[in-house]
């Protein structure tokens, strides 16, 4: 069972190879967002993403018996570049099970940290990720549906409750559940009046499907601009603990979250992955909607862009 204690452990044990991000005010982009704008910038993590923490605290859970089998995982990108950091720091192995349809930047990010790269279609990466574990003896790293990886992400909630804690709410955006389980225990505990919603693509409607389904159901896999938010289906030890904490979950259409990216890049100066903006798509597209003296966290999840992603600003 997840626990909130798991977290500051969590904290603790990563902190040698994690950094505290920043969390900034952008006054400048209040206008078009309708509140009081704040930024927790994951994509400043060492890796350039929130995955990093999950991934380490997973790492440094096992035995050595384990980490000298080498680590195996699926990922869209951003996870993986968090085990193939990891791996390196402990002196073993990796390898990465990825989407043909990641982006260029971030395979290669993953390569140029030593892991091997495994391709395959998005629907066949776990299966391709265990079937390797299985051959190899490596240790699986979950990207999202383990305890020691929500554990990590949570960390994340740890330090907006230290750092801002007179917000009023916090946007995140989801796929497995990982961040936003990890996210939400952890400020439930220590700011429990904080709104915490969260924003997945319209596409791959996991999470909006499965709370009205009761229990954790599968989608369709289709494509979006949000390559970090591909997950099918909740993860089953993630989907309870966002339903017990998460107050909104909204769909987001591509054409938003890449105007969120938009506005993030040419009024607030930040660059940041499409994924990471679906928060502030899902208010440009008005599927949440907050008062302007209301302080509001936008979580900046990853800053892995390629210039063919930065290309199709010109089209919103």
């Given at each position: 069972m997840f626990t909130v204690q798991m977290?500051?452990?969590?904290?603790?044990?990563?902190?040698?190879?994690?950094?505290?991000?920043?969390?900034?005010?952008?006054?400048?982009?209040?206008?078009?967002?309708?509140?009081?704008?704040?930024?927790?910038?994951?994509s400043m993590q060492t890796t350039g993403a929130f995955k990093l923490r999950g991934a380490m605290?997973?790492?440094?859970?096992?035995?050595?018996?384990?980490?000298?089998?080498?680590?195996?995982?699926?990922?869209?990108?951003?996870?993986?570049?968090?085990?193939?950091y990891a791996a390196r720091m402990l002196g073993t192995t990796a390898v990465i099970v990825m989407p043909w349809t990641a982006p260029a930047i971030k395979v290669e990010a993953v390569r140029a940290l030593g892991a091997e790269v495994v391709q395959c279609d998005v629907t066949e990466r776990f299966a391709r990720a265990e079937q390797i574990r299985a051959e190899r003896g490596a240790t699986l790293i979950p990207p999202y549906n383990d305890l020691f990886v929500m554990a990590g992400q949570g960390t994340i909630g740890l330090e907006i409750a230290r750092q801002q804690p007179d917000l009023d709410a916090v946007?995140?955006?989801?796929?497995?559940?990982?961040?936003?389980?990890?996210?939400?225990?952890?400020?439930?505990?220590?700011?429990?009046?904080m709104k915490i919603c969260g924003a997945e693509p319209a596409a791959l409607p996991r999470y909006t499907a499965s709370l009205a389904a009761g229990e954790p159901v599968?989608?369709?896999?289709?494509?979006?601009?949000?390559?970090?938010?591909?997950?099918q289906r909740p993860g089953d030890l993630c989907f309870p603990v966002v339903r017990q904490n998460a107050d909104r979950i909204v769909d987001v259409e591509d054409d938003f979250t890449l105007r969120g990216m938009k506005v993030?890049?040419?009024?607030?100066?930040?660059?940041?992955?499409p994924s990471s903006c679906i928060g502030m798509g899902a208010v440009l597209q008005g599927a949440l909607r907050f008062r302007p003296e209301e302080k509001v966290c936008f979580l900046i999840s990853g800053g892995s862009?390629?210039?063919?992603?930065?290309r199709l600003l010109d089209t919103v």
């Open positions: 977290i500051p452990e969590a904290q603790r044990r990563i902190a040698p190879y994690v950094l505290e991000t920043p969390l900034l005010r952008l006054p400048a982009l209040d206008e078009a967002l309708g509140c009081r704008v704040y930024v927790k910038l994951e605290n997973r790492a440094l859970s096992l035995t050595p018996e384990e980490l000298s089998r080498g680590l195996v995982t699926a990922s869209s990108g951003n996870h993986g570049k968090g085990v193939a946007v995140i955006p989801v796929s497995g559940g990982g961040l936003l389980s990890g996210v939400s225990t952890a400020l439930r505990a220590e700011a429990p009046h599968s989608v369709e896999s289709k494509p979006t601009l949000a390559d970090a938010l591909v997950t993030l890049l040419t009024e607030g100066k930040l660059l940041a992955e862009v390629g210039l063919e992603q930065l």
